[in-house]
Nanobody, 118 residues
Framework: QVQLVESGGGSVQAGRSLTLSCAAS?????MGWFRQGPGQDRVGVAS???????TYAPSVKGRFTISRNNAQNTLSLRMDSLKPEDTAVYYC???????????????WGQGTQVPVSS
């Protein structure tokens, strides 16, 4: 199983930008980001496959950008125009089979907190 380590979280004001990064220990078909807000279930935010095809949750489409470097097994999530409702623990994720955010077979890192203040 691929090991995932996130970095780049931290407090940010609404309207500002923040970029999260993730380092994977090996190859994976699909990578993605999930988040879990206070008192909420963990949900998918964005995913990207090996050739760069992306999927975004409606709540972040147009504001967040996911990208990956296959040679270095790294993943990034640039978050623009952040809102207080984006406050969550963000998890880097890997899937050996597919990129559907609602699917199973995802494994996650430890998570990094992103509090967004108004």
């Amino acid at each position: 199983q691929v090991q995932l380590v996130e970095s780049g979280g931290g407090s940010v004001q609404a309207g500002r930008s923040l970029t999260l990064s993730c380092a994977a220990s090996g190859y994976t078909i699909c990578m993605g980001w999930f988040r879990q807000g206070p008192g909420q279930d963990r949900v998918g935010v964005a995913s990207i496959d090996r050739i760069g095809r992306t999927t975004y949750a409606p709540s972040v489409k147009g504001r967040f950008t996911i990208s990956r470097n296959n040679a270095q097994n790294t993943l990034s999530l640039r978050m623009d125009s952040l809102k207080p409702e984006d406050t969550a623990v963000y998890y880097c994720a890997a899937n050996p089979i597919y990129c559907a955010l609602s699917g199973s077979d995802w494994s996650w890192g430890q998570g990094t907190q992103v509090p967004v203040s108004s």
